[in-house]
T-cell receptor, first 117, second 115 residues
Framework: SAVISQKPSRDICQRGTSLTIQCQVDSQVTMMFWYRQQPGQSLTLIATANQGSEATYESGFVIDKFPISRPNLTFSTLTVSNMSPEDSSIYLC??????????????FGAGSRLTVL | AQSVAQPEDQVNVAEGNPLTVKCTYSVSGNPYLFWYVQYPNRGLQFLLKYITGDNLVKGSYGFEAEFNKSQTSFHLKKPSALVSDSALYFCAVRPRSGSARQLTFGSGTQLTVLP
């Protein structure tokens, strides 16, 4: 299965600033997924990052707040813009395995834990 | 709309005892069902999945889950719990005809195995 590297692993940010999270996959993938896990909550899909086209955002998430880049098939970034304390969460990058017994399974990065003061 | 319910926020079990983490779901058609585990300060790790076939699915670390269509449940089980099994467990569902975008996670169950 794919190996995903995410950075930063954690950060403490000031209100009103922006932070970019990077996600690097060790193999080429068509779609990359960005999730948010708020404290004590489940995972919520923010958007799907497609190479060569704009990201697809889920209800409640907008590009101005969470701009995403996908410059190639192994890399994506998620920016959390104009942060407020409500943005304090773990942000997770994920890709879907394809083929064989691993089909339909998501592989996750270790996550980026953001704390906004 | 599809949904996943994990009725227990917290499950405590003594080491060596069997454990069950409950999951029920609501989705149109036949679903794909998954269990993931999250250890502290880690991302989610895949445990097992039900796609088709035998209703009893065996996964990593000795875990298994039983798909029960009539009860729309997919409870996670292990015959003998280990302290190292203590973690946050998520059930997830997606429609068979859907894409990964349509994966819905439950609220999670914190499992604590007591020595």
């Amino acid at each position: 299965s794919a190996v995903i590297s995410q950075k930063p692993s954690r950060d403490i940010c000031q209100r009103g600033t922006s932070l970019t999270i990077q996600c690097q996959v060790d193999s080429q993938v068509t779609m990359m997924f960005w999730y948010r896990q708020q404290p004590g909550q489940s995972l919520t899909l923010i958007a799907t990052a497609n190479q060569g086209s704009e990201a697809t955002y889920e209800s409640g998430f907008v590009i101005d707040k969470f701009p995403i880049s996908r410059p190639n098939l192994t890399f994506s970034t998620l920016t959390v813009s104009n942060m407020s304390p409500e943005d304090s969460s773990i942000y997770l990058c994920s890709v879907e395995r394809t083929g064989g017994s691993g089909a339909n399974v998501l592989t996750f990065g270790a996550g980026s834990r953001l704390t906004v003061l | 709309a599809q949904s996943v319910a994990q009725p227990e926020d917290q499950v405590n079990v003594a080491e060596g005892n069997p454990l069950t983490v409950k999951c029920t779901y609501s989705v149109s058609g036949n679903p794909y069902l998954f269990w993931y585990v999250q250890y502290p300060n880690r991302g989610l790790q895949f445990l097992l999945k039900y796609i088709t076939g035998d209703n009893l699915v065996k996964g990593s670390y000795g875990f298994e889950a039983e798909f029960n269509k009539s009860q729309t449940s997919f409870h996670l089980k292990k015959p003998s719990a280990l302290v190292s099994d203590s973690a946050l467990y998520f059930c997830a569902v997606r429609p068979r005809s859907g894409s990964a975008r349509q994966l819905t996670f439950g609220s999670g169950t914190q499992l604590t195995v007591l020595p």
